[in-house]
């Protein structure tokens, strides 16, 4: 054989490997981004198996509509990961994407699934073209879909439709549904209802699932209020911002953050929901926050305590720098179902010597205790240096309103600053919020809480140097972490 010839062979062999490597690629596709996806992402993934309705509440730019789109594409081939966590269909499922309009579930959720439509043929897409075994256009949107079609791993035929929020409610009536995927909420609140009565019957009878990807820009809607503060047993709620996507570079923060409107960026960079004026705490995150400060000895440090235990009991620890004026929270946990000893044991480092403010409940006794010791008791038995007096102000009474005005008064004048660590303690203030009769909501409140209670009580606060040697403390202090 001449050279020429065997050069040839060579090269058909190389182009052959090529094209094979290229078919497995993409038949792998779903697999290959199941398999990059963020530890929060498996989380969300796993969710749907013991959830019927899971909502991913998300930040720009995360990998939000990603992590849902791969959920649709495994679904429909039924080609589900030896590790996959999350919910499987025996069946081969009818599935719907739902999004604001034809053009955005073509460009957003048809496109991750299917890839794009070209000269007749899908191309790289989650789901193969070898699965796709046929179509029906949308009326009205080039190249976007009403059905595709898949052959599914079982050999029947899975079915994802597409539908937009501009059709209304009336337009997805009748479908029996196995799963579905809301793309962006709707504003209109029907939408939902009518999804959750077709797979009320979905998946042979055991009721369809669904999940929800988006970005708060509606603000607290009905349906997000009852996610984050009244889930039902069969609801999954899930929060991730900036700080949960590496690939989100700090060039890339610097650049994306600046085009965004100051009061937009919570909600952008953390998924917060926008309250307007149903925000307690109405300031930007940026206000708020600070690197942990280096305390002086002659600073003074007092301890909160809120009590609980189907809610979550909370400890913090405020430092006050009386020379310029500012208020530093530089540790807060709180933590459901625990004792005054392990609570202890998580926060002696800190806590041991210092004066810990609580409120008037307690005196009740702890709840899961046979015991009738009061509650603070136990905690000062635990080893916590509780103050004698349950918090009131220096003038008298407790009043809630007061210390929520002081306290925002001193955000706004940039004197009470949180650290930037204590991530539960800053979610809690940016969801703290009054309802529509102006009352506050009870929820995710414990931290703060503990808060206005060592705010109260400041005038009982000691000085850092003197709860034992400087040095000491510092090793504790920063033990704790």
Same mark, same amino acid.
């Given at each position: ?77 039924? *080609? ?18 739902? @999004? ?6 073509? =460009? ?10 070209? $000269? ?23 190249? %976007? ?44 609140? $029907? ?20 999940? !929800? ?17 009244? &889930? ?9 911002? #900036? ?57 003074? +440090? ?6 609980? #235990? *189907?809610? &979550? ?5 405020? +430092? ?11 540790? %807060? ?6 004792? %005054?000893?392990?609570? #202890? @044991? ?23 205790? *046979? *015991? ?8 000062? =038995? ?41 991530? =539960? ?6 969801? !703290? ?30 000085? !850092? ?13 920063? %033990? #704790?972490?």
């Amino acid at each position: 054989m001449n050279h020429s010839a065997l050069a040839r062979e060579e090269r058909e062999e190389l182009a052959f490997m090529l094209a094979e490597r290229a078919t497995r690629t993409r038949l792998a596709a779903a697999r290959a981004t199941f398999d990059m996806m963020y530890v929060w992402q498996r989380e969300f993934v796993a969710s749907t198996a013991l959830y019927h309705e899971c909502c991913l509440c998300a930040a720009n730019q995360i990998g939000k509509t990603m992590t849902g789109t791969d959920i649709d594409a495994i679904h429909l081939l039924g *080609d589900y990961p030896d590790d996959w966590p999350g919910h499987r269909f025996q069946l081969a499922p009818m599935c719907w994407g739902l @999004g604001y309009s034809m053009e955005k579930t073509r =460009d957003l959720l048809q496109s991750a699934i299917f890839g794009e439509f070209t $000269n007749g043929a899908f191309t790289g897409g989650l789901v193969p073209r070898e699965r796709i075994i046929g179509w029906e256009s949308a009326t009205g949107t080039p190249n %976007a879909m009403r059905t595709v079609r898949v052959r599914h791993s079982s050999g029947e035929v899975s079915t994802m439709q597409f539908w937009s929020y501009s059709q209304g409610q009336h337009a997805i009536m009748g479908d029996i549904v196995d799963f579905y995927h809301i793309d962006e909420e709707p504003k209109d609140p $029907n939408i939902r209802t009518q999804v959750m009565t077709r797979t009320i019957n979905g998946d042979n009878g055991q009721g369809g699932r669904g999940i !929800y990807t988006f970005t708060p820009e509606n603000g607290r809607t009905e349906m997000v209020v009852q996610f984050m503060d009244t &889930p039902s047993a069969s609801q999954f709620f899930m929060q991730k911002g #900036w700080d949960d996507a590496p690939h989100i570079t700090p060039e890339k923060r610097a650049r994306m953050l600046a085009q965004y409107p100051l009061h937009q960026r919570d909600m952008r960079t953390k998924g917060v929901p926008m309250l307007g004026h149903g925000r307690i705490y109405d300031l930007s995150e940026e206000y708020i926050v600070c690197d942990e400060p280096v305390i002086l000895p002659h600073w003074f +440090v007092i301890g909160g305590m809120d009590f609980g #235990w *189907d809610h &979550p009991h909370a400890h913090i620890l405020l +430092v006050e720098d009386r020379d310029n004026g500012i208020f530093y929270v530089v540790r %807060a946990r709180k933590h459901r179902h625990e004792f %005054a000893s392990v609570a #202890w @044991g998580a926060c002696k480092q800190w806590a041991e010597g210092v004066p810990m403010a609580w409120p008037s409940d307690g005196l009740q006794s702890e709840k899961g205790r *046979d *015991d009738a010791k009061q509650q603070k008791e136990h905690y000062e =038995d635990a080893g916590f240096t509780m103050l004698h007096d349950h918090a009131t102000w220096e003038a008298g009474g407790n009043s809630v309103e007061s210390g929520l005005y002081e306290i925002r008064d001193l955000m706004s004048k940039v004197q009470f600053k949180v650290c930037r660590s204590l991530r =539960d303690l800053l979610d809690e203030i940016l969801q !703290y919020h009054r309802n529509e009769n102006g009352k506050i909501s009870k929820t995710s409140d414990d931290l703060l809480d503990a808060v206005r209670y060592a705010y109260m009580m400041r005038r009982f606060a000691v000085r !850092y140097g003197e709860i034992g040697s400087t040095e000491e403390v510092n090793i504790k202090f920063n %033990a #704790w972490g």
